[in-house]
């Protein structure tokens, strides 16, 4: 069977965000099955990525087709008027800027004539035109669209007028766009949801062709040692760029809700917490966050192999339901204990509090479970240890894909 892959946006993996490493997770997977293979990726690269790196990227899982397309997204650049009329435009399909370029999607189409498309996201999908072509198809929705935005809107709104306005639009915009999404999911042969509670949600609105599959993190070729912990101190990461609405909510609500209460308590000599990744916070999060002299910032990082080793624990504390969060998996892959907030957790009934890691709703709460480590490292060893074989056993990207790709040839 011939399948072609589509994408819209960043590319290749190395590149620092969980849509990367998902989609190089899946890359993999398909080039490794019996089917032909072909990618096409339209629009930006990553940041920091050159074409040859993802040239030399596909050339290694000897995928076919890749001709990047290189232009900037074209919605970028509408001033504020536009994006009002755009907004109250009944054509709610422009929103989807993957319609400017269907016609670069009829030309590889044509090309090579794929008995089955898989689309891996929202945006990719709808350059595809319904009208002309009559091939299967499935997709990934890797996050329901209007979440996105209302918590864009939450989050950012205080960088000025303008840009609280676009953002405004933009979340009135995504309530209307959703109804792309869900004709877009009728007509698929299967939508791979990545969140639980999304694919509760979506087959709740009577779509049933929603299929719940963790999200793809390949295991590495070679694990790298940890960096043994001989002291009565719990090293604690938190990772991830703060320009991501999961992160940026996870610091804004650890800093104000739960950072007051911990370091009122003795425990609180037993914890040293580093940030990890890029972007800039608010200048009055930043202040309140890094005033403590456990708490220290150290930024963007290249290669995270050896900050997963070097850390004890991986605090993801993500307080909204946006879905499922690849740092935990990849968390699990390098056997650290993960603490997380319930909304992440219910994105993943592979999650299970007390076993393979620890969920948290509030400060008494997330205090209890620092208490318990701090006082019994064999505990967190066993916990750790759990949340590797729980990525052995149901989380590996290798069986998440072959499961993928078994699906598709339903």
């Known amino acids: 069977m011939k399948i072609l892959i589509i994408n819209h946006g960043s590319f290749p993996y190395p590149g620092g965000n969980g849509c990367s490493v998902q989609l190089n997770s899946i890359l993999e997977a398909f080039s490794s099955s019996s089917h032909e293979i072909f990618f096409k990726n339209i629009c930006t690269f990553y940041s920091g990525a050159t074409k040859a790196d993802a040239i030399n990227e596909l050339k290694k899982l000897k995928l076919k087709l890749f001709e ?18 755009n907004t109250l435009n009944p054509d709610i399909r422009e929103f989807y800027n993957g319609y400017d370029y269907t016609h670069i999607i009829d030309d590889t189409i044509n090309k090579t004539m794929p008995d089955h498309i898989y689309f891996y996201n929202v945006n990719a999908l709808v350059a595809y035109d319904f009208d002309k072509h009559k091939i299967p198809y499935s997709f990934s929705n890797v996050d329901i669209e209007s979440l996105v935005h209302k918590y864009k809107y939450d989050y950012r709104g205080n960088n000025g007028i303008k840009h609280s306005v676009r953002l405004f639009l933009k979340k009135v915009r995504a309530q209307k766009t959703d109804q792309v999404l869900y004709d877009s999911i009728k007509k698929s042969k299967v939508c791979f949801e990545h969140a639980y509670q999304h694919q509760q949600y979506l087959r709740s609105l009577g779509l049933n062709n929603i299929v719940y599959l963790p999200v793809n993190v390949n295991d590495r070729k070679q694990m790298p040692t940890a960096l043994k912990n ?173 499961k993928m790709i078994k699906l598709i040839e339903k």
């Open 230 to 402: 001989d002291s009565n101190v719990i090293r604690i990461g938190l990772i991830g760029n703060v320009h991501g609405i999961a992160t940026l909510s996870g610091i804004e609500d650890f800093t104000l809700n739960y950072l007051h209460e911990l370091e009122k308590l003795p425990l609180f000599r037993n914890i040293e917490i580093k940030v990890f990744g890029g972007g800039k916070l608010r200048k009055s999060i930043e202040m309140e966050l890094f005033k403590r002299l456990n708490v220290k910032k150290v930024g963007y990082v290249e290669k995270l192999d050896d900050i997963y080793n070097n850390l004890d624990v991986v605090l993801v504390p993500t307080p909204i339901e946006l879905g499922f969060r690849t740092r935990i998996i990849e968390s699990f892959s390098f056997a650290k204990t993960v603490i997380t907030h319930k909304a992440n957790a219910d994105a993943m009934p592979e999650f299970i509090h007390n076993k393979n890691g620890f969920s948290y709703t509030n400060p008494k709460e997330m205090i209890a479970i620092l208490n318990t480590i701090i006082n019994n490292k064999d505990l967190l060893k066993t916990i750790s240890s759990n949340a590797r074989k729980t990525y052995d056993d149901q989380l590996k990207g290798e069986l998440i894909g072959a």
């Open 68 to 85: 990047p397309h290189e232009s900037l997204e074209v919605n970028q650049n509408k001033n504020i008027i536009k994006d009002i009329i």
